[in-house]
């Protein structure tokens, strides 16, 4: 056996796992394998303070470069400052504490998996490695168990000419023109002169035009009255929304025995996308196994998701309103409707621990599509789902 562990995939979800391993069983030999150039790609992954207990917020500290207490959502309607912390990891500060805890010769950077098995990683090269587990975070492939549409964006990390004047985030500004679904701008504050701009899509379609985004951004930047002088960075994602599926279909179709996480789990919030608080919550799991062999992982992992699936099933409803029930603009009221309601259940929304009372308010009132529409596409789903 080569090694006690092997994270296939070096992404958020197993570089966690990683750094909750080395803190609470330090002796465990673990190895990461990446297809990628480097452990965490380029990618920025924000959350909300309240989405993390103290003890997590506390082991998560070190991949934080940023931080707010407060952060701001525009619509044409109405303008909120919520007074809510907000955070922002990243990927280099990742890498570098899985650098830290992992020695250099256990981390497979460039090195592409052809197969897995709950213990053993076989290589493209056909080499293979064995491990007392293996645990597969290698993002999700294609599923025909998932009904799912996208968060697709683009991000650029701008200098600008002058100070932003930005007291925190912007993490929706859907004044912006709407078009291929429901679009926003997400704007972080870096520094006085520093942002990273987003072009963001919850869309029915997965395709992304990289020119026409980064031509939007520019432009948007220009109507904030914001000169771009240099471009630091551009990262991009496409991310899943849920709106229902076989959650046990859906693991059925993965490798035997082979425990997944992050997105290749089924975890990350139904609507917003998020995926930085179900990955800590994982990590938190498996350090706190008392047995770390296949099996134990897989049930454990398997059990977790499927019951977070299960909680969740409200948020899926609210997807079906937005992307099969909603016509154009009405997809951008849904979401400025909701920004009415009071911080602490908009919190509780984010951190997919929503109450039965909220419910009741979220969905109380004129609804901003028509209530037969709503309830057809809703009754239409279910019959389909039989």
């Given at each position: 056996?080569?090694?006690?562990?092997?994270?296939?995939?070096?992404?958020?979800?197993?570089?966690?796992?990683?750094?909750?391993?080395?803190?609470?069983?330090?002796?465990?030999?673990?190895?990461?394998?990446?297809?990628?150039?480097?452990?965490?790609?380029?990618?920025?992954?924000?959350?909300?303070?309240?989405?993390?207990?103290?003890?997590?917020?506390?082991?998560?500290?070190?991949?934080?470069?940023?931080?707010?207490?407060?952060?701001?959502?525009?619509?044409?309607?109405?303008?909120?400052?919520?007074?809510?912390?907000?955070?922002?990891?990243?990927?280099?500060?990742?890498?570098?504490?899985?650098?830290?805890?992992?020695?250099?010769?256990?981390?497979?950077?460039?090195?592409?998996?052809?197969?897995?098995?709950?213990?053993?990683?076989?290589?493209?090269?056909?080499?293979?490695?064995?491990?007392?587990?293996?645990?597969?975070?290698?993002?999700?492939?294609?599923?025909?168990?998932?009904?799912?549409?996208?968060?697709?964006?683009?991000?650029?990390?701008?200098?600008?000419?002058?100070?932003?004047?930005?007291?925190?985030?912007?993490?929706?500004?859907?004044?912006?023109?709407?078009?291929?679904?429901?679009?926003?701008?997400?704007?972080?504050?870096?520094?006085?002169?520093?942002?990273?701009?987003?072009?963001?899509?919850?869309?029915?379609?997965?395709?992304?035009?990289?020119?026409?985004?980064?031509?939007?951004?520019?432009?948007?930047?220009?109507?904030?009255?914001?000169?771009?002088?240099?471009?630091?960075?551009?990262?991009?994602?496409?991310?899943?929304?849920?709106?229902?599926?076989?959650?046990?279909?859906?693991?059925?179709?993965?490798?035997?025995?082979?425990?997944?996480?992050?997105?290749?789990?089924?975890?990350?919030?139904?609507?917003?996308?998020?995926?930085?608080?179900?990955?800590?919550?994982?990590?938190?799991?498996?350090?706190?196994?008392?047995?770390?062999?296949?099996?134990?992982?897989?049930?454990?992992?398997?059990?977790?998701?499927?019951?977070?699936?299960?909680?969740?099933?409200?948020?899926?409803?609210?997807?079906?309103?937005?992307?099969?029930?909603?016509?154009?603009?009405?997809?951008?009221?849904?979401?400025?409707?909701?920004?009415?309601?009071?911080?602490a259940l908009v919190g509780r929304f984010y951190a997919a621990r929503t109450r039965t009372v909220d419910w009741l308010r979220i969905l109380s009132g004129k609804p901003p599509i028509p209530i037969g529409r709503a309830l057809r596409t809703l009754i239409r789903y279910e019959m389909d789902q039989e």
């Amino acid at each position: 056996m080569d090694f006690d562990i092997i994270l296939a995939g070096g992404g958020l979800a197993n570089g966690l796992i990683a750094l909750r391993l080395a803190q609470t069983r330090p002796g465990l030999k673990l190895a990461i394998v990446e297809a990628g150039a480097v452990v965490g790609g380029n990618h920025t992954w924000s959350s909300f303070r309240d989405d993390l207990t103290l003890a997590q917020q506390s082991w998560t500290a070190p991949l934080f470069a940023h931080r707010w207490d407060r952060y701001e959502v525009r619509f044409p309607a109405h303008t909120r400052d919520l007074a809510a912390g907000y955070g922002s990891a990243t990927s280099d500060l990742l890498a570098a504490e899985v650098a830290r805890v992992v020695p250099a010769e256990r981390i497979f950077t460039a090195t592409p998996i052809a197969a897995l098995t709950p213990t053993s990683v076989t290589l493209a090269d056909q080499r293979v490695l064995t491990a007392g587990a293996v645990i597969d975070g290698r993002g999700q492939g294609q599923t025909a168990a998932l009904d799912l549409r996208w968060q697709k964006f683009l991000g650029l990390e701008v200098e600008l000419a002058e100070p932003h004047g930005l007291t925190g985030p912007i993490i929706m500004d859907a004044t912006v023109p709407q078009t291929d679904g429901y679009r926003f701008v997400y704007t972080l504050p870096f520094g006085a002169t520093r942002v990273l701009i987003e072009d963001t899509y919850f869309s029915d379609g997965a395709d992304l035009a990289p020119e026409m985004l980064r031509r939007e951004l520019t432009e948007y930047a220009a109507s904030q009255g914001w000169t771009i002088v240099a471009i630091h960075r551009e990262e991009r994602g496409i991310l899943p929304l849920a709106l229902g599926g076989d959650i046990e279909a859906f693991w059925n179709e993965g490798v035997p025995g082979v425990p997944r996480v992050g997105l290749g789990s089924g975890m990350f919030h139904p609507v917003t996308g998020y995926s930085f608080p179900d990955a800590v919550r994982t990590a938190d799991l498996i350090a706190a196994l008392p047995d770390l062999d296949p099996a134990t992982i897989y049930r454990a992992v398997r059990d977790h998701s499927v019951g977070a699936w299960k909680s969740r099933r409200m948020y899926r409803m609210l997807n079906r309103m937005l992307f099969l029930a909603a016509h154009n603009e009405e997809r951008r009221h849904i979401l400025e409707r909701f920004y009415l309601h009071n911080d602490a259940l908009v919190g509780r929304f984010y951190a997919a621990r929503t109450r039965t009372v909220d419910w009741l308010r979220i969905l109380s009132g004129k609804p901003p599509i028509p209530i037969g529409r709503a309830l057809r596409t809703l009754i239409r789903y279910e019959m389909d789902q039989e």
